[in-house]
């Protein structure tokens, strides 16, 4: 490895050290790449990144999809279609034997079409699902650990601000990585679906019977309540299917949909003044990541100069170690990282370094993408500083402890489905080949 490859090792420890310790994200990532600049290329090379370095990276169209998704999360909580989603699948789903646990998985993958980040699902859910699973008997520690593991669902069903943000960090199709992301999820709902399936049957006390009065439920209800999923459902279409049919590209999707659902919130007659408090909220949100977004693409132009990744590869291609041994190392590096950043914050310092090594070795870049945001949303969920687990503790008055421990077995799950994934990515990519996308 050359001088300049250790120097950038040592400046992405110094800059993972400063994050734990507390450090404001964007001051420790933009603060460590203009050191590592510095002592690259001197003052020169640092004041041309901080000038027209620093506008081109951030005069770019493709960074307005990004608040607009947000809006559309925001504005989705505010009109009620997550409760409309649940009692529309409740209704389908419901009268099975573990019903309301498939209802909130279910729930959850509809609302993560419009919500775009997991935070939003797991408010919501923890309001609406808890009180009707334990007014059925639903074991508790089970019924928080699928509220917490199911909202883990929007960083992969269209639009993810997860995959979203990676693409701009790594410039490939966003259209393409929505489509595996949405895929993705398909394959974590059918998973979770599997896993209450076989709890049901192994620890059947912990998931009570439905009462016959609870199973009568007419085919005539079922019908009315699929008029609730319209409003996901269309933006959805707008988003995904738009793009894919020519209407618009892929960036432009955020700002159909955010109009589309604006429309609905108007038509149901929301208040106004809520409407701009969403607004208000969603623009806050958004300048809290672009500046991480911009420190990110500091960093990853930092790598590059210093030949870091390149540097990785040739070090591992040196020790022959096989592709998938370095990915099982960097699956338990990103859960190491977890237990104490959350999502954003992983996808910013270690995607310009791990995205490239992981390509060198041959991974496909759109399973790749998915496999990294979804990692880096598990750490939400994992002790000690899961930020969703903290979440519902704080929404619910619940002990942390308790989360943790119904959360921990569906993260066990999730990790071997992520290790299966990274040797099968076909299991990911088949729904963009299947529309004739390349991927």
Known sequence: MSDRAVIGLIIFGIMIALVMIGMPIYISVISCSLAGLYILGGWNMVSTQLTTGMLSMSASYNYAVIPLFILVGSLAELTGIAEGAFTAVKAWLGRLRGGLLYTVVGANALFGACSGVSMASTVVFAKIAKPELDKYGYDEKLTLGCICASSSLSVLIPPSIGILTLCLLTDISIGNALLCGFSGGLLMVLILFITIFIISRIQPKKIPYVSDEDRVITWKDRIKSLKLLVPILAVFMLVVGGSYLGWFPATVGGGIASIAILIYALAIRTPVR??????????????????????????????????????????????KLPPYLVFLLIVLFYVICGCVMNCMTIIIIT???????????GFNSFAICIILVFLAELGSNSPPFGLTVFTVANVLRIPTSKIFRGVTPFLLIYLICILLIGAFPDALLWLPRLLGARV
Not at 351 to 361: A, D, N, R, S
């Open 274 to 319: 809520k409407i701009f408090e969403a607004l208000r909220e969603s623009a806050q949100t958004f300048c809290s990541i672009f500046l991480i977004i911009v420190g990110g693409l500091l960093f990853s132009r930092f790598v590059a100069l210093s030949g870091l990744a390149s540097g990785l590869v040739n070090v591992i291609a040196a020790s």
């Open 351 to 361: 995607v310009p370094l791990v995205f490239p090594l992981l390509m060198g070795l």
